[in-house]
Protein backbone atom coordinates (compact mmCIF):
# COMPACT_ATOMS: atom_id res chain seq x y z
CA UNK A 1 0.00 0.00 0.00
CA UNK A 2 2.69 2.59 0.57
CA UNK A 3 5.56 2.55 -1.52
CA UNK A 4 9.13 4.61 -1.78
CA UNK A 5 10.61 4.61 -5.33
CA UNK A 6 14.05 5.87 -5.94
CA UNK A 7 13.50 8.39 -3.16
CA UNK A 8 17.05 10.59 -3.35
CA UNK A 9 17.81 13.56 -1.54
CA UNK A 10 20.59 15.65 -1.02
CA UNK A 11 21.73 19.13 1.01
CA UNK A 12 24.04 21.55 -0.28
CA UNK A 13 27.25 21.23 1.91
CA UNK A 14 29.31 24.25 1.11
CA UNK A 15 29.33 26.59 -1.88
CA UNK A 16 29.24 23.93 -4.46
CA UNK A 17 29.00 21.01 -3.49
CA UNK A 18 26.34 18.33 -2.36
CA UNK A 19 26.12 15.53 0.19
CA UNK A 20 23.33 12.82 -0.94
CA UNK A 21 21.44 11.83 2.15
CA UNK A 22 18.48 9.31 0.18
CA UNK A 23 19.87 7.89 -2.72
CA UNK A 24 17.91 5.83 -4.88
CA UNK A 25 16.10 4.36 -1.85
CA UNK A 26 13.25 2.08 -2.13
CA UNK A 27 10.54 0.54 0.04
CA UNK A 28 7.28 -1.26 0.29
CA UNK A 29 5.27 -1.57 3.28
CA UNK A 30 1.52 -3.47 3.68
CA UNK A 31 -1.23 -1.86 5.34
CA UNK A 32 -1.08 -2.96 8.87
CA UNK A 33 2.53 -3.72 8.47
CA UNK A 34 4.96 -2.04 11.48
CA UNK A 35 8.34 -1.44 10.46
CA UNK A 36 11.55 -0.15 12.17
CA UNK A 37 13.90 2.32 10.51
CA UNK A 38 17.73 2.66 12.91
CA UNK A 39 20.90 3.70 11.54
CA UNK A 40 23.65 5.59 12.86
CA UNK A 41 23.40 9.55 14.23
CA UNK A 42 23.45 11.68 10.83
CA UNK A 43 22.74 8.81 8.72
CA UNK A 44 19.23 10.23 7.28
CA UNK A 45 16.36 8.01 9.23
CA UNK A 46 14.42 11.84 10.19
CA UNK A 47 14.80 13.57 6.49
CA UNK A 48 13.32 9.59 5.55
CA UNK A 49 10.44 10.19 7.24
CA UNK A 50 9.97 13.89 6.66
CA UNK A 51 9.74 12.75 2.94
CA UNK A 52 7.17 10.14 3.97
CA UNK A 53 5.16 11.94 6.07
CA UNK A 54 5.30 14.80 2.86
CA UNK A 55 7.04 17.43 4.72
CA UNK A 56 9.65 17.95 2.65
CA UNK A 57 9.93 16.79 -1.34
CA UNK A 58 12.51 14.32 -3.02
CA UNK A 59 15.27 15.90 -5.33
CA UNK A 60 13.69 12.76 -7.32
CA UNK A 61 11.98 9.85 -6.82
CA UNK A 62 8.15 9.19 -5.46
CA UNK A 63 6.52 7.83 -2.82
CA UNK A 64 3.02 5.82 -3.40
CA UNK A 65 0.32 5.60 -0.87
CA UNK A 66 -2.29 2.99 -2.72
CA UNK A 67 -0.66 3.73 -6.28
CA UNK A 68 -1.88 7.22 -5.76
CA UNK A 69 1.80 9.85 -6.43
CA UNK A 70 2.19 11.96 -3.41
CA UNK A 71 4.73 14.31 -4.80
CA UNK A 72 3.09 14.93 -8.08
CA UNK A 73 0.39 17.20 -5.82
CA UNK A 74 0.93 20.92 -4.93
CA UNK A 75 2.10 22.55 -2.03
CA UNK A 76 -2.18 22.76 -0.82
CA UNK A 77 -2.56 19.28 -1.92
CA UNK A 78 0.35 18.25 0.01
CA UNK A 79 -1.01 19.56 3.05
CA UNK A 80 -4.26 18.12 2.79
CA UNK A 81 -2.99 14.67 1.98
CA UNK A 82 -0.93 15.14 5.15
CA UNK A 83 -3.32 16.18 7.59
CA UNK A 84 -5.67 13.43 6.14
CA UNK A 85 -3.28 10.17 5.49
CA UNK A 86 -0.42 10.84 8.00
CA UNK A 87 0.29 10.73 11.75
CA UNK A 88 3.47 12.46 13.66
CA UNK A 89 4.99 11.25 16.78
CA UNK A 90 7.84 13.01 16.89
CA UNK A 91 10.95 12.77 19.76
CA UNK A 92 10.00 16.08 21.53
CA UNK A 93 5.67 15.72 21.65
CA UNK A 94 5.04 19.14 20.13
CA UNK A 95 1.86 19.81 21.95
CA UNK A 96 0.64 23.79 22.29
CA UNK A 97 1.49 24.52 25.82
CA UNK A 98 -1.84 27.02 25.75
CA UNK A 99 -3.90 24.39 24.87
CA UNK A 100 -5.42 21.47 27.47
CA UNK A 101 -4.81 18.03 26.27
CA UNK A 102 -8.40 17.25 24.98
CA UNK A 103 -7.79 20.67 22.20
CA UNK A 104 -4.31 19.37 21.25
CA UNK A 105 -5.23 16.17 20.40
CA UNK A 106 -8.35 17.60 18.12
CA UNK A 107 -5.88 20.04 16.55
CA UNK A 108 -5.13 18.34 13.58
CA UNK A 109 -9.27 18.24 12.94
CA UNK A 110 -9.62 22.09 13.44
CA UNK A 111 -7.23 22.21 10.75
CA UNK A 112 -9.44 20.89 8.40
CA UNK A 113 -13.43 22.77 9.78
CA UNK A 114 -13.97 25.08 12.36
CA UNK A 115 -16.12 22.77 14.72
CA UNK A 116 -15.38 19.60 15.74
CA UNK A 117 -18.86 17.35 15.59
CA UNK A 118 -19.55 14.92 18.08
CA UNK A 119 -18.64 11.62 16.49
CA UNK A 120 -15.05 13.16 16.11
CA UNK A 121 -15.34 14.09 19.91
CA UNK A 122 -16.57 10.80 20.16
CA UNK A 123 -13.42 9.14 18.68
CA UNK A 124 -11.03 11.84 21.16
CA UNK A 125 -12.43 10.36 23.76
CA UNK A 126 -12.02 6.36 23.11
CA UNK A 127 -8.62 7.33 21.98
CA UNK A 128 -7.87 8.82 25.98
CA UNK A 129 -9.38 5.82 27.51
CA UNK A 130 -7.29 3.57 25.46
CA UNK A 131 -4.12 5.32 25.91
CA UNK A 132 -4.86 5.73 29.54
CA UNK A 133 -4.79 10.19 29.84
CA UNK A 134 -9.06 10.36 30.05
CA UNK A 135 -8.67 11.99 33.60
CA UNK A 136 -6.22 14.22 32.60
CA UNK A 137 -8.65 16.01 29.53
CA UNK A 138 -8.67 19.81 31.08
CA UNK A 139 -4.97 19.78 31.66
CA UNK A 140 -2.55 21.77 30.08
CA UNK A 141 1.11 20.04 28.90
CA UNK A 142 3.07 22.26 31.51
CA UNK A 143 1.17 19.98 34.11
CA UNK A 144 1.77 16.45 32.22
CA UNK A 145 4.66 14.36 32.45
CA UNK A 146 6.64 13.65 29.15
CA UNK A 147 5.11 9.85 29.61
CA UNK A 148 1.41 11.69 29.60
CA UNK A 149 2.35 14.12 26.58
CA UNK A 150 3.68 11.47 24.42
CA UNK A 151 0.56 9.23 24.98
CA UNK A 152 -1.43 12.44 24.25
CA UNK A 153 1.14 12.88 20.92
CA UNK A 154 -0.12 9.90 19.96
CA UNK A 155 -4.10 10.77 20.28
CA UNK A 156 -3.17 13.38 18.10
CA UNK A 157 -1.65 11.93 15.53
CA UNK A 158 -4.40 9.16 15.31
CA UNK A 159 -7.60 11.02 15.29
CA UNK A 160 -7.97 11.79 11.95
CA UNK A 161 -7.72 7.99 11.05
CA UNK A 162 -4.62 8.55 9.17
CA UNK A 163 -3.53 5.43 7.04
CA UNK A 164 0.45 5.71 7.95
CA UNK A 165 2.05 6.64 11.65
CA UNK A 166 5.41 7.98 11.11
CA UNK A 167 7.31 8.09 14.81
CA UNK A 168 10.55 9.61 15.08
CA UNK A 169 12.33 8.13 18.36
CA UNK A 170 8.84 8.47 20.44
CA UNK A 171 10.59 7.43 23.07
CA UNK A 172 13.79 8.67 23.04
CA UNK A 173 12.52 11.03 25.79
CA UNK A 174 11.33 8.59 28.67
CA UNK A 175 12.22 5.90 30.63
CA UNK A 176 12.30 2.31 30.71
CA UNK A 177 9.21 1.80 31.85
CA UNK A 178 7.21 4.31 30.25
CA UNK A 179 9.05 3.77 27.11
CA UNK A 180 7.93 0.17 26.80
CA UNK A 181 4.11 1.00 27.46
CA UNK A 182 4.34 3.52 25.29
CA UNK A 183 5.38 1.02 22.83
CA UNK A 184 2.42 -1.01 23.70
CA UNK A 185 -0.15 1.22 23.01
CA UNK A 186 1.40 2.33 19.39
CA UNK A 187 1.50 -1.46 18.51
CA UNK A 188 -2.20 -1.99 20.00
CA UNK A 189 -3.77 0.76 18.25
CA UNK A 190 -1.52 0.22 15.11
CA UNK A 191 -3.39 -3.44 15.20
CA UNK A 192 -6.85 -1.96 15.92
CA UNK A 193 -6.96 0.44 13.20
CA UNK A 194 -4.51 -1.29 10.67
CA UNK A 195 -2.16 1.70 10.09
CA UNK A 196 1.20 0.97 9.03
CA UNK A 197 3.36 2.03 11.46
CA UNK A 198 7.12 3.56 10.95
CA UNK A 199 9.57 3.25 13.61
CA UNK A 200 12.92 5.46 13.71
CA UNK A 201 14.10 4.46 17.08
CA UNK A 202 17.97 4.34 18.30
CA UNK A 203 16.73 1.00 20.59
CA UNK A 204 16.71 -2.41 19.30
CA UNK A 205 14.11 -3.45 22.09
CA UNK A 206 11.53 -0.79 20.58
CA UNK A 207 13.06 -2.03 16.92
CA UNK A 208 12.75 -5.90 17.24
CA UNK A 209 9.01 -5.87 18.40
CA UNK A 210 8.05 -4.59 15.08
CA UNK A 211 7.55 -6.86 12.11
CA UNK A 212 10.62 -5.86 10.40
CA UNK A 213 13.40 -4.04 10.93
CA UNK A 214 15.41 -1.75 8.41
CA UNK A 215 18.91 -0.21 8.39
CA UNK A 216 19.64 2.83 6.57
CA UNK A 217 22.95 3.01 5.50
CA UNK A 218 24.99 4.97 2.50
CA UNK A 219 21.18 6.39 1.52
CA UNK A 220 19.72 2.87 1.00
CA UNK A 221 18.20 0.46 3.44
CA UNK A 222 18.58 -2.84 4.14
CA UNK A 223 16.46 -5.45 6.13
CA UNK A 224 18.08 -6.73 8.87
CA UNK A 225 17.21 -10.37 9.72
CA UNK A 226 15.07 -10.70 13.18
CA UNK A 227 14.14 -13.34 15.50
CA UNK A 228 10.75 -13.32 14.30
CA UNK A 229 12.02 -13.55 10.41
CA UNK A 230 14.01 -16.37 11.44
CA UNK A 231 11.07 -18.52 13.03
CA UNK A 232 9.02 -17.85 10.24
CA UNK A 233 11.83 -19.15 7.58
CA UNK A 234 12.22 -22.48 10.09
N1 LIG B 1 17.82 21.12 5.90
C1 LIG B 1 19.06 20.60 5.86
N2 LIG B 1 20.08 21.25 5.26
C2 LIG B 1 21.32 20.72 5.19
N3 LIG B 1 21.64 19.51 5.71
C3 LIG B 1 20.67 18.81 6.32
C4 LIG B 1 19.33 19.31 6.44
N4 LIG B 1 18.59 18.39 7.10
C5 LIG B 1 19.43 17.37 7.40
N5 LIG B 1 20.67 17.62 6.93
C6 LIG B 1 21.84 16.72 7.04
O1 LIG B 1 21.47 15.45 6.56
C7 LIG B 1 22.04 14.41 7.36
C8 LIG B 1 20.93 13.49 7.84
O2 LIG B 1 20.17 14.15 8.82
P1 LIG B 1 18.96 13.45 9.60
O3 LIG B 1 18.38 14.45 10.50
O4 LIG B 1 18.04 12.84 8.59
O5 LIG B 1 19.74 12.29 10.39
P2 LIG B 1 19.17 11.20 11.41
O6 LIG B 1 19.51 9.85 10.85
O7 LIG B 1 17.74 11.48 11.70
O8 LIG B 1 20.07 11.45 12.70
P3 LIG B 1 19.69 11.37 14.28
O9 LIG B 1 19.73 9.90 14.63
O10 LIG B 1 20.81 12.12 14.92
O11 LIG B 1 18.35 11.99 14.49
C9 LIG B 1 22.81 15.11 8.48
O12 LIG B 1 24.17 15.10 8.14
C10 LIG B 1 22.25 16.51 8.49
O13 LIG B 1 23.23 17.45 8.86
MG1 LIG C 1 16.70 12.14 13.41
Do not use: W
Not at 99 to 110: A, D, G, H, S, T
Not at 206 to 212: E, N, V
Amino acid sequence: MLEVKSLTKSFSSGADSRRTILDELNLKVEAGERIAIVGPSGSGKTTLLNMLGALDRPDHGDVLLDGDSVFSKDDRQLAHFRNQSIGFVFQMHHLLPQLNLFENILLPVLAQQAEVDSSTRGRALELTRKLGIDHLLKQKPGQLSGGECQRTAVARALINQPKIVLADEPTGALDQASSNQLADLLLQLNQEEQTCLIVVTHSMELASKMDKIYRLENGKLKQLQTLSNNLKLS
